[in-house]
């Protein structure tokens, strides 16, 4: 099963343009085992944060990569910068289809919700229901659900403008496509959304 890995860097105030050029080399080295998805730098919500949204074959292949960025003394190549580094582990939503690279945003919403326990597999069916008549709206390009740590999932949605996102999110509730029926029975009140740009490398855009 192919597994997903998200990353959040936390940079010293005002250094991530200093850091990008080292991430660019280390995320783009054809020698890396896990391939890069999308790389973004948050402008809503925690700031001076690096997001890095992977993929492996399995997870031998992520467990590899993982140790293997551990063990680095400077991960990424931009430890002089680098004040804290979070990873999570993900597998996608069985419903949805490949990530694909290419021009979506350039805004992009990452949500995260926890779930109450249990919650899982009515969530995936009501978002299995539900997500054909939200994406007429807005795409969506990635659904995940963790495999570590508490419960939750995680979703990417792109927007060409801030304006749009504010339009199409009202008109999908107006239209009663979303959010899924019954969906909400099984989140927690701990719901974060961040606002993200691609960096120049991202091969979402």
């Known amino acids: 099963m192919k597994l997903f890995e998200l990353i959040t860097l936390t940079m010293q105030t005002a250094t991530t343009g200093r850091a990008l050029p080292a991430l660019e080399q280390a995320l783009t080295d054809p020698a890396q085992a896990a391939t890069l998805l999308g790389c973004w730098t948050t402008e809503i919500g925690a700031l001076n944060q690096v997001i890095i949204l992977r993929s ?6 992520l467990l590899t990569t993982r ?6 003394p400077s991960p990424f190549g931009c430890g002089e910068w680098l004040v804290r ?5 993900f597998a996608s939503f069985p419903f949805m289809p490949e990530i694909m690279p290419g021009s979506y945003g350039p805004f992009y919403e990452l949500r995260s919700y926890r ?3 249990g919650g899982l597999q009515p969530t995936l069916a009501k ?14 390009t990635a659904a995940l659900y963790a495999l570590d740590g508490e419960p939750r999932i995680t979703h990417l949605w792109p927007y060409e403008s801030l304006d749009a996102r504010t339009t199409q999110r009202a008109e999908s509730v107006r239209a009663g496509a979303w959010p899924p029926k019954g969906g909400p029975d099984w989140l927690l009140p ?12 991202s091969p979402l855009q």
């Open 56 to 61: 492996h074959a399995d997870a031998q292949a």
């Open 67 to 72: 140790q293997a960025m551990l063990n680095a």
């Open 85 to 89: 580094m979070e990873t999570e582990t």
């Open 115 to 117: 779930l109450k326990p």
């Open 127 to 140: 978002w299995q229901a539900a997500v054909p008549g939200r994406i007429a709206f807005s795409p969506l």
């Open 190 to 201: 701990d719901m974060r959304a961040t606002i993200m740009l691609p960096t120049a490398f």
